[in-house]
């Protein structure tokens, strides 16, 4: 038996998947302004559709499944844990460009969210820590960010977003969308 998914109606596993009453919020949105430079803290930014965060260094390939990545705050300080550091640790050091709160993050893969009134994100896959984590958090940080390292999503459509917006899943994402890359 293959393994249930969205369109399956006959399994439990599909309904489970199907239902995700939570709403989110934004907490954190960070700009690349430059490679290898630390991002900036802005209070919102706008979104450009089927491209990245306007001024943010990032040039992803239109209809590209890395436009933008997501962490989940609640990890921030499972990070921190690992290191054995006292407090979590700051988004701006995971180079992530959104912080959100309230939502299991990997239960959004494959589906479609909104943040705020305008910005909808079709959530392609995972967002996999890099060895530049062992620089930016120390010996460790690589692994610490293992299972914590996000989401990547591709902009569906763009709009301006605000730090405090409610993030709240839309739909199963389309199917090219998901698709693996």
Known sequence: MAFPFFGDNKSTIAGLLATLPQQGRLEWIGLRPARRTALLAVPEA??????????????????????????????????????????????GRLRRNLVVSGLNLLALKGRQIQIGDEVLLDITGECHPCSRMEEELGPGGYNAMRGH???TAHIAQGGTIRVGDAVRVVAPAPPEAAAPA
Request: cysteine-free; overall charge negative; proline content about 10%.
């Open 149 to 151: 390292g996000g989401l």
């Open 46 to 91: 706008e979104v450009l559709t089927d491209q990245r965060l306007a001024g943010d260094h990032a040039s992803p390939k239109p209809s590209g499944k890395r436009q933008l990545t997501l962490i989940q705050y609640e990890h921030l300080g499972a990070v921190a844990g690992f290191l054995g550091l006292p407090e979590p640790v700051a988004p």
